[in-house]
């Protein structure tokens, strides 16, 4: 089962390799991973998707990420109401007779062409993963050059109050 995990954590050196070390010395690999700061930036906000097998371990691996030092929360979002996000850019080949189809399939998607230089041009598109799969078939036909995605990142829909691992 895939499991969309948010981390708050003190923006230290250092933090990210202890949480991905709990992650791999258990055997999973981290699937997506998205890390900034919040608005206060000694704070910064993780996003991972792991696919575990065994929920019993993974209970293990939250339990001891709680106990880290630089950890404040730990959030999974899998059985919980969250809206998820991901970032992709996709550069394909576009001579000018093209441009117009491509600006068409990407307002489709609500995507923008956002570069576009002599037969090559950018187009960066935000959506949960499935949008973003269809969108991706869709321009296939514009011979793909070069491909990036951001992970993902995730935000509950309800209350989002913090509770401290203190209270």
Not at 50 to 56: A, C, I, K, N
Request: hydrophobic letters at 40%.
């Amino acid at each position: 089962m895939r499991h969309t995990i948010s981390i708050l954590v003190e923006n230290k050196f250092g933090v990210l390799a202890r949480i991905a070390g709990l992650f791999s010395a258990r055997g999973y690999n981290i699937d997506s991973l998205c890390v900034s700061e919040t608005l206060d930036p000694s704070i910064s906000y993780l996003t991972m998707v792991v696919d575990t097998r065994d929920e019993q371990i993974l209970e293990q691996v939250k339990k001891q990420l709680n106990k880290l030092i630089d950890v404040i929360t730990v959030t999974d979002f899998t059985k919980k109401d969250y809206i998820d996000r991901e970032l992709m850019m996709i550069k394909v080949s576009c001579p000018a007779k093209d441009k117009a189809a491509l600006e068409s399939l990407a307002k489709k998607w609500g995507a923008g062409v956002t570069h576009c230089r002599g037969n090559t041009a950018i187009v960066e598109i935000v959506g949960d993963q499935e949008k973003l799969k269809k969108a991706l078939e869709d321009t296939r036909r514009f011979n793909i050059k070069e491909l990036v995605r951001a992970g993902k990142i995730a935000m509950a829909t309800g209350d989002l109050t913090p509770k401290s691992k203190t209270a």
